[in-house]
Nanobody, 120 residues
Framework: QVQLVESGGGLVQPGGSLRLSCAAS????????MSWYRQAPGKERELVAS???????NYADSVKGRFTISRDRAKNTVYLQMNSLKPEDTAVYFC??????????????WGQGTQVTVSS
């Protein structure tokens, strides 16, 4: 079965950095696009970044230039490098698998999420 296990969240000061990891299993990792979403209390769920099977990437305007999504096929892992963190980045971050190789494919699996808190 498909499993997505996030790690790397925590508490960080504004301006700091974190790298989230998502360990994937149960499918042919290299064939599918992957994405990161986030959700904070009282806010709508937001697509943060996506990466296609061909490693094309896209980002929300709110994180562009600060976050980088990447994937390691040998490790079946997708990463989200987060730099210059702001309090507005505080949220639960979810790793997702999409149903095809395109980042426009619909999401079909979600991880459990990892908390990121940016606070001084």
């Amino acid at each position: 079965q498909v499993q997505l296990v996030e790690s790397g969240g925590g508490l960080v000061q504004p301006g700091g950095s974190l790298r989230l990891s998502c360990a994937a299993s149960g499918f042919i990792f290299s064939n599918y696009a992957m994405s990161w979403y986030r959700q904070a209390p009282g806010k709508e769920r937001e697509l943060v970044a996506s990466i296609s099977a061909g490693r094309l990437t896209n980002y929300a305007d709110s994180v562009k230039g600060r976050f980088t999504i990447s994937r390691d096929r040998a490790k079946n892992t997708v990463y989200l490098q987060m730099n210059s963190l702001k309090p507005e980045d505080t949220a639960v971050y979810f790793c997702t698998k999409r149903g095809g190789g395109s980042a426009y494919s619909s999401v079909d699996y979600w991880g459990q999420g990892t908390q990121v808190t940016v606070s001084s």
